[in-house]
């Protein structure tokens, strides 16, 4: 994802607090992303802060996007984890179920596209 293309100007990630939680084993971690407001996706937002941060490798877990009335800004809570095991023991597993339908979606969605380009070309 480049930021330029997506959406059009630059995103500017800002980070609110970064605290290393030893007790639960994690890093919690809080943005904001500025001109974003309303455009924001989680996976996108988990996308972003993996490129920015150098996380990959880890578990990004997108906790809370939240949007500010009057502003272009949306602030971001995330729980970012080594193993991926203790990240589904500490958080609901609801919250794993919907990150796996949206990517799901989003690679139907893919390959619908990749299914229409090569259409065209042909």
Do not use: W
């Not at 995103?11 to 971690?29: K, M, W």
């Not at 589904?88 to 139907?108: D, G, L, M, S």
């Amino acid at each position: 994802m480049k930021y330029l293309k997506d959406f059009g100007y630059m995103s500017i990630i800002q980070t609110v607090t970064d605290v290393n939680n030893a007790f639960l084993s994690r890093r919690e971690l809080i943005c904001n992303f500025t001109g974003l407001g309303g455009k924001l996706k989680k996976l996108e937002a988990v996308d972003m802060i993996t490129k920015e941060f150098k996380l990959s490798g880890k578990i990004v877990i997108p906790m809370r996007l939240q949007t500010h009335v009057g502003k272009a800004l949306v602030t971001g809570t995330f729980f970012i984890y080594d193993d991926e095991g203790l990240a589904k023991k500490h958080v609901n597993p609801i919250i794993f179920k919907r990150i796996e339908k949206t990517k799901a979606k989003q690679a139907e969605a893919d390959n619908a596209n990749a299914e229409a380009t090569a259409e065209k070309t042909e």
